[in-house]
């Protein structure tokens, strides 16, 4: 199959001063951080939806993209054309991998037997090009929310054949996912939420969704996937209330449902700001919980109440984010996948490029300032000091588990005119200005 | 002692029809309904703070507020003739509950000793006064966020000996709690939380958390506390990120730490919305989650980005509330307590009884108009049949955990061509509006 | 042609103890209030656009809306046949106006002549249908928003061809606006507005837009258009930013260009909320700016940060419109316009009548309530009272312009021991409560 | 008098490598940037308000700053020793200004002409100061919130006794900053706003308020002050609404009371995000609208709802702030005034200068990296390019005036299929962050 972006070739690395913006200006693949190379440590993914099944269209207009491939009308033909530009997309940009949902890939038919059909033949046609391709699949996922029959819900779903349906398309979308190869497999809530209480049963419906993970568990064992189950959190939208509200009450559903040991988090910066939380909250919640994951690596508007899933560029929002990822120890079966749409008046098919390169830019400069951060260990040493009072003593007692509430009145009547010291927020932005704007 | 409120008599019913400010126009605290009477149904309670401290300030000016103990300047006199009005206050109301903070009642002194020595002398105070009296403590609680002390939180400081104090604090407050008869003993957050995740371990924050709320466990058992432990989720404010978020948050957090048998919700509308939750989604997942205790009656302006703690009016709100606490069985150990105060424009002492009696009435008719959605079951009777896809059939064996994705995948093979019908949530919120609207 | 809504008929009053959710509880459209009947009151209007062209799609999926003209594929019978359902849809509900955009109307063809063309063709059939029906045509308005010509905006485009397309259009929906007896022009900004300021020139397109209104005003002139010009204002949504922000914004916008005597404000309630205003505060700022138009009616989820154009059931917010509105003196050429869309959710064709009939019962019941209020004069004695101070004396000469710094310094001077009084919220609130309440 | 801050000698520029906290890292007061040193261009101010009247206080608990004058409890002499401590600091850390309410530099006494010899004393000492220190008043404003006199507004008060006391509050706060040379006299909305439309007559307010600027209009010219008027927009808090929501509001206020060519913008960053608006947009807007002014610095946090009036650290918003007000031409009577406050928890006297030298070393390189991108000119270009249509042909005849509706549609008809470009948000996110990230 011929090109699709003919007019552009492999996205080099020209350095920090080059002006050409279709070079990376920092992320330099192969260049090895702390005994890793960019590419390892950052394991970018373009997201097949917004890159390849995106419009731009919007709830006040329909799409504006031009792409290569409008002129091909068969739904199918459309299909593989996309698959050939998706390779020939990450190739030619360096990314190592991709995520899609199933009806990314394939459309959609009047049958699910037909629909599954049409999944296997995309899915051969990838392995084909897989076979000569580096690129690789971080993880594949379901849309359980788009077709009206979803319109209530998917596992959530008043409606019982609803739930089967939505099974069914998990199954198989596991199963395409360990024939791919895929990584991780990634649940994000779609319309897994409710309306208005007035019409619900929210405790059948966060039941079932227990019962459902379960399931996906179970078949996970049954076939093989070794890969890792991963929840997106999102508070709100398409749903006024979305069960999966954030990292914390994901974390808690799941310990209720017996299910902590067999997901993790799939973090998107645009959901931690919607829930009114930072990236970086996100990714430390999951962290010291034990559930990182993975990132969907975007930006919000934070004075927009709406998901915008903008390409991140800003370099606080990269580095704190690569600050946590380090601090978990990296990426393990996760990474950093682009979901994130072009804005609908970057119509152009470069924009696509533009758009990848400024997100992976600000994640490369991101990482560097974040590893010089970890190692250089500034930032560990202020959280040293600060709680240095727990490591002896009174606050050892404390943390061991040696004193109750009496010896504390104990103790806290003998010890009460308590010294504090700053907690210098002001030097610590500061002080993380400065790495970030040093050379 | 004489009394505060000379030009107040007790406030009766006068119905519907009344233009008496002064007057309850739908609470009728003997009335009966479902078999028991409003004023067992609502519990209401007077809560010290607001009413007895509360002054009208705020950052950008001092108190407004006139209020008849003005001129006792002798703190402990303070303190004392503040006892007698707050009986004074709740019998005229007649509210059947008070709360405090161990601050509120006895000021601190320069030790922690002689600040107990106050707090006992004000308990016996209350004694005194509650053999005479019908008014019952609610439940007590500790200020451990106002004193300087507490700056960078009190269970979760960097500071062991904040740890300790904060220990000590909630151990007396446990006992005068119990010395006094309260039914509960309520956490919330002050600064449990951090200001900037520069400077913060939030693993050891979170553990020290749940340390302390174990030891406070340990120690009920200890002095024969058998009163009710809540937790009262906020989002926000005064710290940036409050740990104790949302109930879904304290949830999962209990669990994490084996606490979820110890602890119940103390639910504050306010708390709520500033969480981006709807009053009666906080009430409803603390019900399904069987950890619903009580309410903190307010409401918060849902276009400012701060806790206002108004006095609840919206009819909407407090019927949905009293909905859900008739749905988890009515309250057992809880109640409506008043976490409300007079706007600082509201400054004179007759609005206390104003704004305390517009809530209740708003409260009284909410628990009128829920009672009546709850027994005619119109909205129970929309939800099963929405539903009852899951009573029988593929949806029973879903619930019933016969089916796994392959049972599932077979039978969505065949019943591919799903019919959904309407969530009809115009409908549904004409229905509550007929329920409200209706004499 | 054949009936579209066969099974509902015309739409009776029932008065409030009707359990039927094809009646009206509350509109009586006949029933006199205050010297005129409701009807003539609310001015109700159906918007095409939701009513006749939504579908139920959002950015996580397509429609879910099943309508009786579903099975209909030839684009222009197809406009043909919701000309005919929005006259019987109308008159089945009894609402005597209806609003469209003109691509709501007929589907845009491949060049400007044929879309032109197009609309003449519908134009001529709905006064086909206006000689026998009673339903007339409340405003029409333009939708240069929606093409993808107009993804950077219209009048505020960077695209001189754009504004010029805009202007043709514009021109021809102001005819056929005129030529159906339309009362009013509205413009919502629609894209005008900005993604980034990286990219704009605020100046520029701001200055386009006053010299795109100033033509709208001339070219009335000249083919005798003598309906109101309408804006309506939006803060965010399509754009990151919107220029016509809020009523203050828009007043100003046009005092600065001049065209303060040629338009008035037309208010939906969701932008009020999203511009983080409540509905009433927005009409009353037109009101006393003396730029009070008319309303689209709807209602947001304040917990939710998009527009939701859900219908308007909320009864404190429709009886505080309808307060301002008998404050305004009533509408004169404006109305209440559903800008509502049912719920995705709620994808019946019965929904649209579900819907619209519980909104036009909540502004009925909010009418009536309302002009109580008005009619008895409670709330402006207080407000009469409270500001008593500016009727005589100093106040007085304050107002009359007798006064300076000076005299009001010496006045001050001798008057520096200031006594207020409480501004009583709670009390007035509580009022509120009883107007809606009671019978 | 001794020195407040002895363990702090003149704050020093040591270059970006320095890890000083006490040090100067972009800020180089002396060094010339397009023929201007950096301390003109910037301009700073410190808040006497923050800086030597705060005392961390909120809501939740008192004060917890530690100052080097807590031990003077005569109110007169801690006045006395505030003025020494801010010479002292402005000079240790070389900024050139600062401002202040009336209120902060002197104790209100129990009568008005008591407060106001109180003033007299100050002021008489500042200008002490002031001959042999460089420096200067940037402004002066009135406090007229705090006091409950202003319970419920000032120049919007409905007690016309509360007008004429603010109005002789103003008067004097104008001849004090007339008599130590301010440059500008700022007018921030205090409570000027209402908390209930249910009890506020709208437009009288603002009338009273027009009426009120007039009158400090007038005595200005009768006093010979020349300084530049300021109004500080702010959409919320202390008040739900306040009057002056932002600049566009503003703006139309003057317009409406004749007032615009008398009132300059003093935009306040916090305030701008609480308007739901960037800082850029409202210092833009004011810009566009000729009406810019000064800057109140500061930084909110968008994920919180209050005014938390940060010290500004993030580079972007300095930059952009600052490209603006090169855009603007530069400050001429205003300045950076740094609205912020150290938070609660950074309560050491240190902390301070931490603060004021993370702002200031924030704004000295938004300012290079500003003076870069305007220099260079690169977004200029971009904009020109993208508005280019504008310049000739149809473009040129919309801006000049020359077509009209039917001349356009004539253009229209004949020039249909519109060709637009991309706007290219990506590449112009990441060039400006090259700017910010190069050396
Ligand atoms: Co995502
Ligand atoms: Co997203
Ligand atoms: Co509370
Ligand atoms: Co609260
Ligand atoms: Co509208
Ligand atoms: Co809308
Ligand atoms: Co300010
Ligand atoms: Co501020």
Request: aromatic share 12%; hydrophobic share 40%; net charge negative.
């Amino acid at each position: 199959m011929s090109e699709f972006f003919s007019n552009v070739s492999k996205i080099q690395y020209e350095g920090k001063n080059s002006d050409n913006p279709l070079a990376f200006k920092y992320y330099n693949p192969d260049e090895v951080i702390g005994g890793k190379t960019m590419k390892d440590h950052l394991r970018f993914a373009v997201a097949y939806w917004h890159t390849f099944q995106g419009t731009g269209g919007d709830p006040f207009g329909p799409g504006t993209a031009v792409r290569p491939w409008d002129n091909i009308t068969d739904p199918m033909e459309l299909a593989k054309a996309k698959v050939a530009a998706n390779f020939e997309f990450c190739e030619k940009l360096g990314v190592p991998f991709y995520c899609f949902h199933d009806r990314d890939i394939a459309p959609e038919a009047s049958t699910l037997r037909e629909t599954n059909k049409r999944l296997d033949e995309i899915v051969a046609l990838m392995k084909e090009y897989m076979k000569t391709s580096s690129v690789k699949l971080l993880w594949g996922t379901t849309n359980a929310f788009g077709n009206p029959r979803f319109v209530h819900g998917a596992s959530t779903s008043p409606n019982a054949d609803v739930f089967a349906f939505a099974a069914a398309q998990v199954k198989k979308a596991m199963e395409i996912t360990l024939e791919l190869g895929g990584q991780n497999y990634v649940f994000w809530g779609g319309r897994e939420g409710y309306e208005t209480l007035l019409n619900t049963d929210m405790k059948l419906e966060l039941d079932n969704m227990g019962r459902f993970l379960r399931m996906a568990v179970d078949y996970a064992k049954e076939i093989g996937f070794k890969g890792q189950f991963l929840i997106e959190p999102k508070p709100k939208e398409p749903t006024k209330h979305q069960y999966d509200f954030d990292t914390a009450t994901v974390v808690g559903f799941l310990r209720a449902h017996g299910l902590e040991n067999d997901f993790k988090m799939n973090i998107e910066a645009n959901h931690a700001t919607l829930a009114a939380h930072t990236f970086q909250h996100e990714v430390y919640t999951a962290r010291v919980n034990n559930v990182f994951g993975s990132i969907d690596a975007n930006q919000g508007d934070l004075l927009l109440g709406w998901d915008t899933d903008q390409f991140p560029t800003n370099i606080y929002d990269t580095t704190l984010c690569m600050y946590e990822v380090l601090k978990a120890g990296g990426f393990t079966t996760g990474g950093l996948n682009f979901d994130s749409k072009v804005r609908r008046g970057s119509f152009e098919p470069i924009d696509l490029f533009y758009a990848h390169i400024a997100g992976m830019d600000a994640f490369a400069k991101g990482l560097k300032i974040a590893y010089k951060m970890v190692s250089e260990g500034k930032f560990d040493k202020v959280i040293e000091d600060r709680y240095a009072s727990y490591k002896s003593g009174i606050g050892s007692d404390i943390v061991n588990g040696k004193v109750g509430f009496k010896e504390l009145e104990k103790y806290a009547l003998e010890h009460d005119q308590v010294k504090n010291v700053s907690g210098r927020q002001e030097v610590l932005e500061s002080m993380l200005n400065k790495y970030i704007l040093e050379d």
